[in-house]
Structures are given as structure tokens and as C-alpha cells.
């Protein structure tokens, strides 16, 4: 059985700043059925402009005849607080105003969207959540989750992600804000405002996602006289109206600043004492080629989460190989998934081709 819901909280939602957000609606999709036990929930966090429906956007990894299934397991995916797929964003309307927030949307962090899924599975009536998974921002949203909640989470997947975004994330994530502010209309208070600029910003996101080799084997010319309209151009251009066409300036604006805020361990003495906190049984999975989350970075996770698993990758798509390489994925995590349980050791390193 398939459920396409939203959950309405009843209560002002305090946000890590200290402000609260009233009328907090959560959408989130549901798959399968929750068994007796409770125990076959699979909780998916999806990435910074997906949406809560997992079985659309990562294909071969979720769906009715993948490693994740209906059949089988309980799937739950959230939609993101400020993520205009059906929850509370920038273009929900304040009720104190009874106009759209816009920019007076309060700030939130990667902490925020973990409170979020607790408040949700609270909902659900789940009491332990068996796999919880979820890349790059996804990522950040489940280890803060396994953090803040050690008990409930059994099993935690954590691919091409972090435990503290860094400097080099953020100047990505800036300089695409200032192409979005760039473009005036996003200050006319306008659901459509900084269309153009967001397209910018998805051009410069994509150099992060894909890599120097992506490019040279999918957009290289073959034409040597040809001194305009290159491929590459066009595909930037194809990629940015494709976001604009399905997302917006102010969600985008929101999420890649939360992004920036994802730190594990802010009040917590230090991002190693906060790593220690987690115990689910953890998969943590790299990109070697991963521009924008280097492969360090999952190094870092795996030598600091207790009876942690670490395998690494190398996808011709980069970092957005986690959502496209689902055939090594299902392999490696699949392999998890039934192993894990039985499996003593602290670390285990694994490269894959």
C-alpha cells in the first residue's frame, strides 16, 4: 500500500535558533505495510531538491522489484522543512501576516530537519526506525537523527556526506546565493521571484556534482571549427530551466543555507564526542572522485562512528553518483542490510571499481 499524506503539528515547532514555526505541516510518502514487530521500517532523507517520493527519484534502489520494497519493508520519505513539496516553506502562508513567508521565513538547520523525522515518527507510531538512509544532505539529515535519537536508529546508511560541511561546501553554496540575489526579483515577494538567478545557481551547482571526466566524455565537441553553441553550454542552460521549471528561489535559498549549519558537533564538546553517540550499526559509502563531499570526509565518519563499515566507489557521475549507480548500491548495501546484524567488527574497508 502506497500513502501520500501530510502531518499537521499542533504545536509552535522551536527551532534550533530559538524561533518557532507554527503550523508546521510535514508531506511524506509512505510504501508497503508496517509489520507486528514494527521492525521493517526503512527511512529515506532525501537531498537538497528532491521530494518525499523516494520510489520517483531513486529508482533501482527503492521500488516493487528493488532491494527495497513494498513487499517487504515499511518505507517511509519526508519532505524537507522548507522544501515547497508539500511542507512548510517560504511559500506557505504565515498565518500571523496570511501572506506567503518569502524571506521572512525563519532560518532552520540540518538539526531542525532530524527534529522534524522524529516528530513524524512519532506520528507513525514507530518506535525504532530498522534502516535509515540518505546521501549529501540526506546524509546530514539521518546521522543528526542517529545522533539525537542513538536508541531508535538500528541500522544508519550515510552516503558521500559529512559530519561538518565544509569551507569549500559553503563557498559553493554562497556563490550560488549570490546569483540567486543577483537577480533582483527575488526581493519582489513573488513565488516566481529569482527565476533566472536560480537557473545560475544550478549551473554552478552541477560543476560540483559531476566531475572534469563527466564532462570531457558527455559534452566535448567533436566539431574542432566550431566557435559557439557548444555542447556544454547548452547543457548548463538544459539543466538550470529544468530546476527552475520544478523548483524555487527562496526553498533553494533556505536549504543551502541549513546545508551550511550542519555541524554534529555544535553543543556537543566535538564533532568526534558527537560521532561516538550513534549506535546503529553504520554504513558509511564514498565517492572517490567526489568533488564536493571528497572522500575524506566519509574516511573521517567511518574512524569515528563506532562498528562502522566504510566502502568506497568511483562513479563516472561524481557526487551525483549516489543517486545514479543504484546496481552498486543495492550490492553494497544489500550486503549490509543482512550482515550487519551478525557482524562484530568495527571497520571494514572495501573499494569498488
Known amino acids: 500500500m502506497n500513502t501520500e499524506a501530510i502531518y499537521k503539528h499542533k504545536k509552535p515547532f522551536l527551532l534550533e535558533s530559538g524561533q518557532k514555526l507554527k503550523d508546521l505541516e510535514i508531506a511524506y510518502h509512505t510504501y508497503g505495510t508496517l509489520n507486528a514487530k514494527k521492525n521493517n521500517v526503512i527511512w529515506v532523507c532525501h537531498a537538497l531538491t528532491a521530494n518525499s517520493d523516494v520510489f520517483d527519484w531513486w529508482k533501482g534502489l527503492f521500488g516493487d522489484n528493488c532491494l527495497f520494497n513494498p513487499k517487504e519493508h515499511f518505507i517511509v520519505c519526508a519532505n524537507v522543512i522548507g522544501s515547497h513539496y508539500g511542507s512548510t516553506s517560504p511559500l506557505s502562508l504565515n498565518s500571523a501576516t496570511g501572506l506567503p513567508y518569502f524571506l521572512s521565513f525563519p532560518d532552520f538547520t540540518v538539526r531542525d530537519l532530524a527534529a522534524a523525522h522524529k516528530l513524524l515518527a512519532d506520528h507513525l507510531g514507530l518506535p525504532q526506525i530498522g534502516l535509515l538512509i540518505g546521501g549529501s544532505l540526506g546524509g546530514q539529515q539521518a546521522m543528526e537523527w542517529a545522533i539525537l535519537e542513538p536508541q531508535r536508529i538500528r ?44 537557473k545560475v545557481a544550478r549551473s554552478f551547482a552541477l560543476l560540483s556534482y559531476r566531475t572534469y571526466g563527466t564532462y570531457a566524455t558527455t559534452q566535448m565537441e567533436v566539431n574542432p571549427d566550431k566557435l559557439s ?9 538544459y539543466q538550470g530551466e529544468k530546476l527552475v521549471n520544478r523548483f524555487n528561489a527562496y526553498s533553494y535559498w533556505y ?44 574516511q573521517f565518519l567511518a574512524n569515528h562512528i563506532p562498528s562502522a563499515r566504510f566502502t568506497e566507489l568511483n562513479s563516472f557521475y561524481g557526487h551525483d553518483g549516489f543517486l545514479i549507480e543504484t546496481e552498486i548500491l543495492t550490492q553494497e548495501i544489500g550486503s549490509f542490510f543482512r550482515t550487519a546484524d551478525s557482524d562484530n567488527s568495527v571497520i571494514s574497508l572495501h573499494k569498488i571499481a
Do not use: C
Open 255 to 298: 536549504l543551502t543555507k541549513a546545508m551550511d549549519s550542519h555541524h554534529v558537533g555544535r553543543k556537543r564538546n566535538s564533532v568526534e564526542e558527537a560521532l561516538k553517540l550513534i549506535q546503529a550499526k553504520t554504513l558509511v559509502i564514498g565517492i572517490k572522485n567526489d568533488v564536493l563531499f571528497p572522500i575524506e570526509e566519509q
Open 155 to 198: 541500522k544508519l546508511v550515510l552516503i558521500a556526506t559529512n559530519a561538518q560541511h565544509s569551507a569549500w561546501g559553503i563557498a559553493f553554496n554562497e556563490s550560488q546565493r549570490l546569483a540567486i540575489t543577483a537577480d533582483r526579483t527575488f526581493y519582489a515577494q513573488s513565488p516566481d521571484g529569482g527565476k533566472m538567478g536560480l
Open 229 to 237: 553553441d557548444f555542447k556544454a553550454s547548452s547543457y548548463q542552460n
